[in-house]
């Protein structure tokens, strides 16, 4: 059972440089997102999309892009990449709005980034 | 916007004991509470979760109490096993808003 897949696992980043982080599923979800998950901290919705073709910012959308051709495929791009952006990074997904009642949120295993 | 507050951060109990960990939120509306469990190298699943029409709901040793008056919510795990060992996030809604999470509660079972 794939659900929702993230790579790479790990990522080592110079300041400045660019990267995409790729997630896929195969539940068939409308709804997908990126978190990203400081020491110690909670999770901080990144970005997120209700369908393909369509994507909104979360809490925390500045200093990355996404985009969601498909239902399966939503990667994250990080352009210039900055200390701050240390961190680890979840793609998950699910059916319907996260707000609503019995509707799980699937995460995938996570994306370690250092940037140095 | 809606907050979540979660305590203790971090919490060790004996095998056999209870945990308890405890949220808070800041949103009147907010009408769901998912809580999700994290692994070592795991990305979080969701565990249990209750609505806001609901004061309690049980799930063999798991169980979530609601209280909207005061609004908070708490998890109880009773009979901790080691596999209960792992973070524990408690998450608050709002209709079709955006889930929020609270910071993390890792939790350590001592043999």
């Known amino acids: 059972n794939a659900g929702v897949t993230q790579t790479p696992k790990f990522r080592i980043l110079k300041i400045g440089q660019s990267m995409t982080l790729q997630c896929t599923q195969d539940?068939?979800?409308?709804?997908m997102y990126w978190y990203r998950q400081d020491p110690g901290m909670g999770l901080k919705l990144i970005y997120y999309s209700v369908g393909a073709g369509i994507t909104d910012k979360g809490e925390v959308p500045n200093g990355y892009n996404v985009s969601r051709s498909t239902t399966e495929d939503f990667p994250l791009r990080l352009e210039l990449a900055a200390p701050s952006q240390t961190s680890v990074y979840f793609c998950a997904s699910s059916y319907s709005s996260q707000g609503s009642f019995g509707n799980t949120i699937y995460f995938g295993e996570g994306s370690w980034l250092t940037v140095v | 916007g809606e907050n979540v507050e979660q305590h203790p951060s971090t919490l060790s109990v004996q095998e056999g004991d209870s945990a308890v960990i405890k949220c808070t939120y800041s949103d009147s509306a907010s009408n769901y509470f998912p809580w999700y469990k994290q692994e070592l190298g795991k990305g979080p699943q969701l565990i249990i979760d209750i609505r806001s029409n609901v004061g309690e709901k049980k799930d063999q040793r798991i169980a979530v109490t609601l209280n909207k008056t005061a609004k908070h919510f708490s998890l109880h795990i009773t009979e901790t096993q080691p596999e209960d060992s792992a973070v524990y996030f408690c998450a608050a809604s709002g209709g079709a808003s955006k889930i929020i999470f609270g910071s993390g509660t890792r939790l350590s079972i001592r043999p």
């Open positions: 539940m068939n979800h409308n709804y």
